[in-house]
């Protein structure tokens, strides 16, 4: 408990002390940037340990995004970071009047994912450029990525601004008992539940990445062979372990056997006769996590796949057709490469469905029918859309990506990370001059004052239509309003 404390309280210390200018928020960003490239080999054999992922995977789904993510930030940091004029009233109508992002303080950002530790924690990336000091608590059962993270980051980032704790979940639960201005968690909703409750212990806002059962619908007029390539793609990436993957799929029954059919031919092309033995397969991050997708099986049909290997984390890329909405693997996220498909009789029942259940974190619909688009978006809700393909909203920066509901709350991405980690300070800033005109509002109040109170704003409105007119357009000195 007092380790946490120390390292929390000397973060904090910290934080109040030291300046945060711009430029030595750029400084972290461009060392963050030297970190990912100089040590690009190191962060790759970490993943194939921890994942069995290949270097071009890693390259895909980690560094391409990561230094487009830095390079966005770098660019855009001084406009993210600089005073938002806002529109005036009559009263303020001569005055600054502006939002001012600042940095909420020291912020704990806990993984409970296996995406990858070094980068789902460390790099929601852009940490550097909001000016906070960070605890980066990732996941533990990505052993070495998580190690890695620990030594790597020190050499490159300032170590005293961040700190990274990799120990489990006791060591956790007593970071969670400190006081933070932030939290960041990305994980389970079960965990997220708990790291809600400690954060409301010291008000703390939270950002929740959760998760859950994201639903795709494949209606029947659509391009199925395209559709199933990359329903294909988006669940079987890294074995299934994805926040994002499709969860399951509701289809009408004449197209079911359709769906199996062209899966198949894709992971054949994908993944050639034997998924074990290809390059481009990951593994379950451990047996825990293996033994519970396996078990999610047990009520179901198997269409395709179905084999594993317990000693190797290995688990087939599985479809399961005919699956019953109160079967095991329809209750619980599956992180896995299990897909299962539900039957429903047309558009309506499918919508019923999704509704009849938590909001999930993504939301997919493939059809060439606007009309079924249109349903689709309008009749439910989720934290994101992607129509007629899977996982590539997560990949545009000015999109805000997070849950909502059960999926969680809070948003990131290029500027709305930024804006989550930081306090939007109102200021109004007055002159000492025209005090006659405040008379209305001190007491005591009279008819009379009334009177003058709604005279002043006629004066205010006049002489801010003589201004404009006469000076053109009026502003502060942070910018024009």
Request: charged letters at 25%.
């Given at each position: 408990v007092q380790m946490e404390k120390q390292v929390v309280d000397g973060l904090r210390e910290v934080f109040q002390s030291r300046s945060r200018p711009l430029q030595y928020r750029k400084q972290q960003h461009r060392a963050l940037h030297r970190l990912i490239t100089e040590r690009q080999a190191d962060i790759e054999q970490a993943l194939k340990q921890d994942l069995n992922r290949n270097t071009y995977n890693t390259s895909l789904f980690e560094m391409i995004s990561i230094e487009n993510d830095i390079k966005l930030a770098e660019s855009d940091m001084a406009d993210w970071a600089a005073p938002r004029p806002v529109k005036k009233n009559l009263n303020t109508a001569l005055d600054d009047v502006y939002i001012k992002p600042e940095p909420l303080g020291v912020v704990l950002m806990v993984s409970g994912l296996t995406y990858s530790a070094i980068v789902v924690t460390a790099t929601r990336v852009r940490f550097?450029?909001?000016?906070?000091?960070?605890?980066?608590?990732?996941?533990?059962?990505?052993?070495?990525?998580?190690?890695?993270?620990?030594?790597?980051?020190?050499?490159?980032?300032?170590?005293?601004?961040?700190?990274?704790?990799?120990?489990?979940?006791?060591?956790?639960?007593?970071?969670?008992?400190?006081?933070?201005?932030?939290?960041?968690?990305?994980?389970?909703?079960?965990?997220?539940?708990?790291?809600?409750?400690?954060?409301?212990?010291?008000?703390?806002?939270?950002?929740?990445?959760?998760?859950?059962?994201?639903?795709?619908?494949?209606?029947?007029?659509?391009?199925?062979?395209?559709?199933?390539?990359?329903?294909?793609?988006?669940?079987?990436?890294?074995?299934?372990?994805?926040?994002?993957?499709?969860?399951?799929?509701?289809?009408?029954?004449?197209?079911?056997?359709?769906?199996?059919?062209?899966?198949?031919?894709?992971?054949?092309?994908?993944?050639?006769?034997?998924?074990?033995?290809?390059p481009d397969y990951c593994r379950i991050i451990n047996t825990r996590h293996f033994d519970r997708a396996l078990a999610l099986m047990n009520e179901c049909t198997i269409a395709l796949g179905g084999e594993s290997d317990r000693s190797k984390c290995y688990i087939a890329p599985t479809v399961l057709k005919d699956v019953l909405p109160h079967f095991k693997i329809m209750q619980e996220e599956i992180f896995g490469p299990l897909l299962p498909m539900?039957?429903?009789?047309?558009?309506?029942?499918?919508?019923?469905?999704?509704?009849?259940?938590?909001?999930?974190?993504?939301?997919?619909?493939?059809?060439?029918?606007?009309?079924?688009?249109?349903?689709?978006?309008t009749e439910t809700s989720s934290g994101g859309v992607t129509v007629n393909d899977v996982l590539m909203h997560y990949t545009v920066d000015t999109l805000p990506f997070g849950g909502v509901g059960n999926s969680g709350m809070g948003r990131y991405h290029g500027r709305h990370t930024f804006d989550q980690l930081s306090h939007h300070r109102a200021c109004l800033v007055k002159s000492f001059a025209m005090e006659s005109l405040n008379d209305a509002r001190y007491p005591p109040l009279t008819a009379a004052r009334l009177r003058k109170a709604k005279f002043s704003c006629s004066i205010a409105c006049a002489a801010v239509v003589a201004y404009v007119c006469g000076f053109g357009s009026y502003g502060s000195c942070h910018g024009e309003a």
């Open positions: 550097p450029s909001r000016g906070n000091a960070a605890v980066l608590k990732p996941s533990e059962l990505s052993e070495h990525s998580a190690r890695l993270m620990k030594e790597l980051l020190p050499l490159y980032l300032d170590k005293e601004m961040y700190q990274v704790v990799t120990e489990g979940v006791l060591e956790t639960q007593e970071l969670l008992k400190q006081r933070f201005d932030h939290i960041f968690y990305t994980g389970s909703s079960t965990v997220g539940k708990l790291v809600m409750e400690a954060a409301a212990r010291h008000l703390t806002p939270v950002t929740l990445e959760l998760g859950g059962k994201s639903p795709c619908y494949v209606d029947k007029n659509c391009d199925i062979a395209v559709a199933c390539r990359r329903i294909t793609w988006g669940k079987f990436a890294n074995c299934g372990q994805t926040c994002i993957a499709p969860d399951y799929i509701l289809c009408e029954p004449s197209i079911q056997d359709r769906i199996v059919e062209e899966i198949q031919k894709t992971l054949l092309e994908f993944y050639q006769k034997d998924p074990k033995s290809s539900v039957t429903v009789n047309g558009l309506s029942e499918a919508i019923n469905f999704i509704n009849a259940r938590e909001k999930p974190l993504a939301l997919y619909v493939f059809s060439s029918d606007k009309m079924v688009i249109k349903r689709m978006l």
